[in-house]
C-alpha cells in the first residue's frame, strides 16, 4: 500500500521537489507554557523561525492541512473517508469544518483541486493587488522553517513515519492561505461543488421553511464568532486604550491558534496568536496598539438563482440571452486508482447543490451559483502584515483601507493614546439597497429577513455586484460605504450587525448588505451592552478579564422568574418530555438556588444548559422555524431588552421535560456541577471547563461541547484570549491564555499547561519586553538555521 501511495506522488497537483533555500536563522527564546520569542534579521529568517516553531508544535496538525489544501486526502486515507481525520484517530472533533464543508475525503479533493487553478494568477498580481515583497520573502522563509522541523521529526505518533508527512512547497503554503480566505464563502459550499455533476443525479428545490430554518441557524453552523471590546481614554483608569479580544474558534485542527512573539530589531515587535499555517500575527498587540477580529454579520458570497434551459440544463438565461456553463474535469488520485468529477461554472462562480445545510439542487429548470468576493483575495497577508508594524488606531486603520483585504471578520483595536476602534472594512459584495430591493428572490426574501444572506435573480444583469469607486478590486464594497468608528468612549462586537456599537452609538448610513439596522441581537451582544456601561469609569485590565470570567449566562437572567414557574405549576409535578411524565423532583429548588453562572462548581448549569438547547434548537427544520423561546417580542424601539421572558405553555413544558430526560438518561443529577460534566480531557485526565452557553446563550466565555448522551470533548470557543493595557512605557500589560495550549501533539509537555491554567482563572502575564523574557524562569535560547 505505501509503495503504491509513493508511486503516485508525482501526479499530485504541486508535488514537492524540495528547493534550494537562501541560508536562514533565527533565535527563538521560549518561555513558560512554551511560548516562542523569535528574533531575526531579516523578514525571510523571521518566517523561518516562525514556521519552524510552528511545526515542532503542531506538525501533525499542520501536515494533515496541507494534505487537504493539496486535494490529497482520497490518496492517504481513502476517497470514502471522513475529512476530519487521520487513520483512526481523528485529528478534530466531527463536525468543526475547519478547512471546508465537504466532511467527505473525495469531495474535499474535488473542491480544493477546483480553486487551486486560481491562485498562480493572484500570486503574480503586483502589490497591492497580490502579496507585497516581504510577504514572498516570509512565506519562503516559513517553508524552510516547516520543512527543517519535517526532518527533525515529531513525538507525535498520529504522523510520525506516515507518507503524508512530507516536506512543502511555497505553493503549498500560498494554497494554505488562500483555502484561509475562501473559508467563509466557497468553504461553505464545497461538498456542493464538488457533488454538483449532472451524472450523480438530481433533486428538488429547497422549501420555504427550510430555507429560513437553515438562514436561522447559519452563523453556529459556521462553528465560528467571537466577541471584542475596546475602550478608550475616556473611560480608562489611565486614559490609554484597553483591549479584550476573545474569539470563539475550534478547539482541534487547522484552525486553532498559535501563541508567538516576532522581533524584527528596529522595524517589528509584536505579539499574539496566529492561525495555524498563517505567518504573522493575526491577532495580537504591539508597543502601542492592540486589536482583535470577531467574525461578521455580513457574508462575502452571495447566491444566484439560475434559470436553465429545457432539455439543456448546463444552459441558462441571462437578459433573454442563452449562456452556456463551463466545465472542468477534476482528476483526483486515490488509494486504488483516479477518479474523475466534473465541475461547472457560470458567469457568478461555480454552481452548488448545497451550501453547509442548505439544498440547492441542480434540478428541472433551475440552478444555483455562488459567488465569493474572496477568490480575488491574497490581500489579507498584506493587511495583517501592515498591521503588525501599526503604531496607533489611524495606522491600522489605513492598514485595512490601503490592503482591502480581510476575510470575514471586523477589527476592533485600542492603542496607547486612548483611542477605541471598530471596523468592518473587510471583503463584502457590492449590493446595494435598490438591488435588495429589486434582485432577491422569494426563497432570498426568507433568508434575508434571518441572516445577511442573499439570494439573487441571476437571470438579470442589473443583480451583478456594483464597484465602489474607492474599491481595490471590482464588485466589492470601498471602505467609504463600510463602517469604520474612532472614539474615546468604547466599542464592542460579538457577530451581529455594528448597528448597535455601543450603548448611545447607533449604525445606520451603510448598506443593507453591510450593516442591517432594527434587527433582533444576539445574546452576548445584548450581554455587552448592558455589562460594559454598568462597569463605569475608571476601567483597567483587570475590567476586561471580569466581563468575560464571570461566566454570566444572560439568557437565564432574562426568563428566570418563568421557567421557575413553569417549573413549579407542572401538572402533578411531572413534566411531559418524549419518554413520558417525568418527576420533576427537585429540578426547581435547584433552578432556584443556581447562581446564573458557569462556574465549574455551579449546580443547576447543566439542567439549565439542556432546557434552553432544547428551547431555542428544534430537531427538524420545520421546527427550528417555529421555535420562538420568548414571551415579550423584540422591538426595535428596545433592542436590548427584547426579547425575554418565557411563555408557560405545553411545548415549553415539553422541553423542560425533555431537559430532565437528557440528564436521567445520561445519569447525570439535576445539581450536579458544571465541571463534573463540562470538561476536557488530557493525558487521561479530565479538566473542568467553566464558561459555555452556545451561540445563543449570551456567555461572553462561549465553550461548547456537543450532547452526545453527556457533554464530550470540547469542540469549539474561547482560543486565543487577551487583555491588554498601556500604560505609556512602551511595556503593554497584556494577560491572556491559549485556552487548549500551545500543541495538539498528546506528548508534548505543552499540550494542556495553558489548559489548566484557564480551569483555574489563573491568568498568564504575556511577556513582551526584554526584561520580562529575560526573567522567565522557564527561559530556554536555541538557535535554528536552515541545512
Same mark, same amino acid.
Given at each position: ?322 449562456? @452556456?456553463?463551463? %466545465?472542468?474535469?477534476?482528476? +483526483?488520485?486515490?488509494?486504488? !486508482? =483516479?477518479? /474523475?468529477?466534473?465541475?461547472?461554472? $457560470? ?97 432570498? @426574501?426568507?433568508? %434575508?429577513?434571518?441572516?445577511? +444572506?442573499?439570494?439573487?435573480? !441571476? =437571470?438579470? /444583469?442589473?443583480?451583478?455586484?456594483? $464597484? ?320
Amino acid at each position: 500500500m505505501i509503495k503504491r501511495l509513493l508511486c503516485l506522488l508525482p501526479l499530485l497537483s504541486g508535488a514537492v521537489a524540495v528547493q534550494s533555500t537562501p541560508a536562514y536563522s533565527a533565535t527563538i527564546r521560549y518561555t513558560e507554557y512554551g511560548v516562542p520569542h523569535i528574533t531575526a534579521g531579516t523578514y525571510g529568517d523571521l518566517g523561518f523561525g516562525q514556521g519552524y516553531a510552528m511545526a515542532k508544535d503542531n506538525l501533525c496538525t499542520l501536515a494533515n492541512g496541507y494534505v487537504t489544501v493539496r486535494g490529497e486526502r482520497s490518496l492517504f486515507f481513502g476517497k470514502d473517508g471522513k475529512a476530519f481525520g487521520v487513520d483512526a484517530e481523528p485529528l478534530r472533533v466531527p463536525g468543526d469544518d475547519v478547512y471546508s464543508t465537504a466532511d467527505v475525503n473525495l469531495d474535499s479533493d474535488v473542491y480544493f483541486r477546483s480553486v487551486s487553478p486560481a491562485l498562480d494568477g493572484l500570486l503574480a498580481k503586483p502589490y497591492p493587488q497580490g502579496p507585497r515583497t516581504e510577504i514572498f520573502e516570509i512565506l519562503r522563509g516559513y517553508v524552510a522553517g516547516y520543512n527543517r522541523a519535517v526532518g527533525e521529526g515529531t513525538t507525535d505518533t498520529r504522523c510520525a513515519g506516515k507518507p503524508w508527512l512530507r516536506p512543502i512547497s511555497e505553493h503549498d503554503a500560498w494554497l494554505f492561505v488562500y483555502a484561509r480566505m475562501l473559508y467563509g464563502g466557497l468553504g461553505q459550499a464545497a461538498a456542493g461543488i464538488a457533488q454538483a455533476d449532472l451524472t450523480r443525479g438530481t433533486g428538488t428545490a429547497p422549501t420555504p421553511a427550510e430555507v429560513a430554518a437553515w438562514a436561522a441557524r447559519f452563523q453556529s453552523e459556521r462553528q465560528i464568532g467571537s466577541n471584542a471590546v475596546a475602550v478608550g481614554g475616556e473611560r480608562s483608569a489611565g486614559g490609554r486604550g484597553l483591549l479584550l479580544g476573545n474569539p470563539h474558534f475550534p478547539w482541534h485542527d487547522g484552525l486553532r491558534f498559535w501563541q508567538s512573539q516576532l522581533t524584527l530589531p528596529g522595524r517589528l515587535n509584536v505579539s499574539g496568536g496566529s492561525l495555524l499555517g498563517l505567518p504573522g500575527v493575526q491577532i495580537g498587540f504591539n508597543e502601542r496598539v492592540a486589536w482583535s477580529h470577531t467574525v461578521s454579520a455580513s457574508y462575502p458570497f452571495v447566491i444566484y438563482d439560475l434559470k436553465t434551459i429545457p432539455g439543456s440544463p448546463t444552459s441558462y438565461l441571462v437578459d433573454g440571452q442563452v449562456e @452556456q456553463m463551463t %466545465s472542468r474535469d477534476i482528476v +483526483v488520485p486515490t488509494s486504488t !486508482g =483516479t477518479v /474523475t468529477r466534473k465541475v461547472w461554472s $457560470t458567469r457568478y462562480g461555480p454552481v452548488t447543490t448545497k451550501i453547509t445545510s442548505l439544498p440547492t439542487p441542480w434540478a428541472g429548470l433551475l440552478a444555483f451559483t455562488i459567488a465569493d468576493a474572496n477568490v480575488t483575495n491574497l490581500r489579507a497577508a498584506n493587511a495583517w502584515f501592515d498591521m503588525d508594524h501599526a503604531g496607533s488606531v489611524a495606522e491600522l486603520d489605513q492598514a485595512l483601507r490601503r490592503n482591502q483585504g480581510i476575510p470575514w471578520v471586523n477589527t476592533i483595536a485600542a492603542d496607547a493614546a486612548g483611542n477605541a476602534y471598530f471596523s468592518d472594512i473587510q471583503v463584502v459584495q457590492n449590493i446595494s439597497d435598490a438591488q435588495l430591493d429589486e434582485c432577491v428572490t422569494v426563497l432570498g @426574501q426568507l433568508a %434575508s429577513t434571518l441572516s445577511y +444572506v442573499a439570494i439573487l435573480d !441571476g =437571470t438579470r /444583469t442589473l443583480c451583478q455586484p456594483g $464597484t465602489d469607486p474607492d474599491a481595490i478590486v471590482p464588485g466589492v464594497f470601498g471602505p467609504a460605504n463600510q463602517p469604520a468608528i474612532t472614539n474615546r468612549t468604547w466599542v464592542a462586537n460579538s457577530n451581529d450587525s455594528p448597528w448597535l456599537l455601543n450603548d448611545t452609538t447607533r449604525l445606520t448610513a451603510y448598506p443593507r448588505h453591510q450593516v442591517r439596522t432594527g434587527v433582533q441581537q444576539d445574546l452576548r451582544t445584548r450581554y455587552g451592552l448592558t455589562a460594559i456601561p454598568a462597569l463605569g469609569t475608571g476601567l483597567t485590565r483587570a475590567s476586561m478579564e471580569q466581563l468575560v470570567f464571570t461566566n454570566r449566562f444572560h439568557a437565564w437572567e432574562l426568563v428566570r422568574a418563568d421557567v421557575l414557574e413553569l417549573c413549579r405549576t407542572m401538572p402533578l409535578g411531572h413534566a411531559p418530555s418524549r419518554v413520558g411524565p417525568i418527576a420533576v423532583a427537585n429540578s426547581c429548588d435547584v433552578l432556584e438556588a443556581w447562581d446564573g453562572r458557569l462556574e465549574t462548581g455551579s449546580r443547576g448549569a447543566v439542567l439549565f444548559s439542556r432546557f434552553w438547547e432544547h428551547m431555542t434548537v428544534g430537531a427538524s427544520l420545520p421546527e427550528q422555524l417555529t421555535k420562538n423561546p420568548w414571551a415579550t417580542p423584540f422591538s426595535a424601539a428596545d433592542p436590548v431588552a427584547t426579547p425575554r421572558g418565557v411563555s408557560i405553555n405545553l411545548g415549553h413544558q415539553i422541553d423542560f421535560g425533555n431537559a430532565l430526560a437528557d440528564l436521567r438518561e445520561a445519569g447525570i443529577a439535576y445539581d450536579a456541577p458544571w465541571g463534573e460534566h463540562h470538561y476536557v480531557t488530557r493525558g487521561g485526565t479530565r479538566i473542568p471547563i467553566h464558561g459555555g452557553g452556545g451561540h445563543n446563550g449570551g456567555v461572553y466565555n462561549v465553550t461548547i461541547a456537543d450532547w452526545q448522551g453527556g457533554y464530550k470533548e470540547m469542540n469549539h470557543g474561547s482560543s486565543y484570549l487577551q487583555a491588554v493595557a498601556f500604560d505609556g512605557d512602551g511595556c503593554p500589560d497584556a494577560r491572556g491564555f491559549l485556552t487548549y495550549s500551545q500543541s495538539e501533539n498528546p506528548n508534548s509537555p505543552h499540550h494542556a499547561d495553558q489548559t489548566r491554567e484557564f480551569s483555574a482563572k489563573r491568568w498568564i502575564t504575556q511577556r513582551f519586553c526584554e526584561a520580562d523574557i529575560l526573567a522567565s524562569p522557564a527561559l530556554r535560547t536555541i538557535t535554528v538555521t536552515s541545512p
